[in-house]
């Protein structure tokens, strides 16, 4: 089955503690990107990946880092929590940038971070 | 930079009643324009897109929008709303030259039966 894999679902953690939130897409896409998703704000993008070791700022990426080793993976690395962290993140992939062509964005199922 | 608005925050209907959600998005050049749904507790999914030719565009469980090239719009419709159609709804515009894709932030619609 086509899918975006994000772990975990739920994390709540304290200021400072680094932590990771994965992705993994099995669809062999191109691009994958992050969202951010806050009440009223809708999803604000924090960074996307056009290919392997090609990574490029969202609209909101300060405070965090992603990587891009492989294709299927790419994670979201936060070094040091802060409470304005604390939000519901997606990871999204699509064969083009995004979504463009035939290829719509698919999202993962989201993990919701809580920083004390 | 190109944004997207939705005007509607919240809105509630009644089971059968029509639905017209509205967006507006601000960039002159050539768009691709999508509505996602996101029922409560799950992840965003495609309800309609429009790329090109017929600017009425028909999705799944019974929604279609129209693309109004002149107003800048891209307003989702039903006819007759059910129970299930509870749900976050956001608009998104992708514009092929800076091929980002930027959402609104959303419609929140409740369905009372």
């Known amino acids: 089955e086509a899918q975006v894999t994000q772990n975990p679902r739920y994390l709540i953690t304290v200021t400072g503690k680094k932590l990771t939130v994965t992705c993994s897409q099995n669809?062999?896409?191109?691009?994958m990107s992050w969202y951010r998703q806050d009440p009223g704000l809708g999803l604000r993008q924090i960074y996307y990946s056009m290919n392997v070791e090609v990574t490029d700022k969202g609209d909101v990426p300060e405070g965090y880092k992603v990587s891009r080793k492989e294709k299927r993976n790419f994670p979201l690395i936060l070094e040091s929590p802060s409470p304005n962290q604390t939000s519901l993140y997606f990871c999204?992939?699509?064969?083009?940038?995004?979504?463009?062509?035939?290829?719509?964005?698919?999202f993962g199922n989201g993990t919701r971070l809580t920083v004390t | 930079a190109q944004s997207v608005s939705q005007h509607n925050h919240h809105v509630i209907l009644s089971e059968a009643a029509s639905l017209e959600l509205g967006c507006n998005y601000s960039?002159?050049?050539?768009?691709?324009l999508f509505w996602y749904v996101q029922y409560p507790g799950q992840h965003l999914q495609l309800l309609l897109k429009?790329?090109?030719?017929?600017?009425l565009v028909k999705g799944i469980k019974g929604f279609e929008a129209e693309f109004i090239k002149s107003k800048f719009s891209f307003n989702l419709r039903k006819p007759s709303v059910q129970w299930s159609d509870t749900a976050e709804y956001f608009c998104?515009?992708?514009?092929?030259?800076?091929?980002?894709?930027?959402f609104g932030t959303g419609t929140r619609l409740l369905v009372s039966p």
């Open positions: 998104a515009v992708r514009s092929t030259g800076f091929q980002k894709l930027v």
């Open positions: 429009y790329f090109s030719g017929d600017p």
């Open positions: 960039y002159g050049g050539t768009v691709n």
């Open positions: 999204a992939s699509s064969q083009k940038p995004g979504g463009g062509g035939n290829s719509p964005l698919h």
């Open positions: 669809m062999n896409h191109e691009y």
